[in-house]
């Protein structure tokens, strides 16, 4: 079913500071998710069937309905937003264990967790415009690293999302102003999975 409110962050603005600074996570959260989680709903309002299903298959199976071609990029939009910030807020929850199993999986197809977070960084400093870099699973099960411009989301694809950074800059610029670099190099203190 459909969410009709923001999932609750488990942890308080403040919580990922000095990183991400509270300002800008309640400006983020607040504002922007909450607005990419209206527009995606008020997108869904003429197709009652879409409604039945949650977001993920709404986003995946995007092509397989029969909508307006108007609202399917309006649903694709700020479905995506809305689905990309619940992914993101939830892989910088402070309460969160680190992943043996994935970083086991990471070491062993980038050589080393090091190699991989270069390679990341070097993709989402590298981006052009707003959009997310992102570490996923493709259809056959193996990790992946691309961006994606805008709101797109990986579910389009067939992939499962495990990690993204939003390189939007109403995502760090209060605190970081221009410096997309110096924001991703410190995004990784809030992640504790790896």
């Given amino acids: 079913m459909l969410d009709t409110e923001l999932p609750k962050l488990n942890y308080n603005f403040d919580a990922l500071e000095p990183y991400i600074d509270a300002e800008t996570m309640e400006i983020h959260y607040s504002k922007h998710h909450k607005a990419y989680l209206e527009k995606f709903l008020a997108a869904l309002d003429k197709y009652s069937d879409l409604k039945k299903n949650n977001p993920q298959d709404i986003i995946k199976k995007l092509n397989s309905f029969s909508v307006e071609e108007k609202d399917r990029l309006a649903i694709k939009n700020?479905?995506?937003?809305?689905?990309n910030h619940n992914l993101y807020w939830q892989?910088?929850?402070?309460?969160?264990?680190?992943?043996?199993?994935?970083?086991?999986?990471?070491?062993?197809?980038?050589?080393?967790?090091?190699?991989f977070k270069k390679l990341f960084n070097n993709?989402?400093?590298?981006?052009?415009?707003?959009?997310?870099?992102?570490?996923?699973?493709?259809?056959?099960?193996?990790?992946?690293?691309y961006s994606l411009p805008n709101q797109d989301s990986p579910l389009t694809l067939g992939h499962?999302?495990?990690?993204?950074?939003?390189?939007?800059?109403?995502?760090?610029?209060?605190?970081y102003q221009n410096r997309r670099s110096e924001y991703i190099?410190?995004?990784?203190?809030?992640?504790?999975?790896?």
């Fill in 185 to 194: 190099e410190n995004w990784w203190q809030t992640i504790k999975i790896i």
């Fill in 78 to 83: 700020f479905g995506g937003g809305y689905l």
């Fill in 123 to 145: 993709l989402a400093i590298s981006h052009f415009g707003s959009g997310w870099t992102w570490l996923v699973r493709d259809e056959k099960g193996v990790l992946q690293i």
């Fill in 160 to 175: 499962e999302p495990i990690l993204t950074v939003d390189l939007w800059e109403h995502a760090y610029y209060l605190k």
């Fill in 91 to 115: 892989i910088m929850d402070p309460n969160n264990k680190r992943d043996e199993r994935l970083i086991d999986e990471l070491e062993k197809n980038y050589g080393s967790l090091n190699e």
